[in-house]
């Protein structure tokens, strides 16, 4: 396991943040697994990332097609890596325990900062990966760009 990498979310929707390091990620040659903790949501979400631009797409599908695979961005309620993804990135609290980050070189967990729930169930996320020796960064946006306000190195 590479890093934890955490969003914290004030200023900018998910629908706006997660495209941008979705790019970043495959830029990179990653695949990665986009986890959510609901079907509806990420079906709005596969929708949404159709809808990126008149120029281009993010090239995804949702968990259960038949080229699973071969998806260079797969969206899926479970953490199993079924397109050798390398990047997990974690929206809506869905968990990411120190077991399911273990096989990725990179875990991104994004949360919405005005849900004091999911700051919390962050904070409880970052004290469990932490624990568990896996280096973490903390990144906000309150100043309008972003910055690691917080590290914990393995």
């Known amino acids: ?4 990498l955490f969003y914290h979310l004030t200023r900018r929707p998910l629908e ?17 697994l ?17 809808l ?4 281009g797409f993010l090239p995804h599908g949702i968990v259960g097609g038949p080229h699973d695979a071969a998806q260079p961005i797969l969206l899926s309620i479970e953490a199993a890596p079924v397109n050798g993804a390398q990047c997990l990135m974690s929206i809506d609290g869905a968990e990411v325990t120190p077991e ?3 096989p990725f070189e990179r875990v991104c967990l994004l949360f919405d900062g005005h849900d004091e729930g999911a ?3 962050a904070r409880g996320q970052w004290t469990a990966l932490t624990g568990a020796g896996i280096a973490a960064q903390y990144w ?9 306000k917080a590290e914990s190195g393995a």
């Open 34 to 50: 986009v986890r959510g903790a609901e079907q509806t949501r990420l079906d709005w979400l596969d929708e949404k990332l159709w």
């Open 119 to 121: 700051v919390n169930h």
């Open 100 to 102: 399911i980050a273990q």
């Open 16 to 32: 706006q943040t997660l495209p941008v390091l979705l790019e970043r990620s495959l830029a990179r040659g990653w695949n990665v």
């Open 1 to 4: 396991m590479g890093q934890a």
């Open 52 to 55: 990126i631009s008149d120029e």
């Open 140 to 148: 906000s946006e309150d100043s309008g760009k972003w910055e690691m």
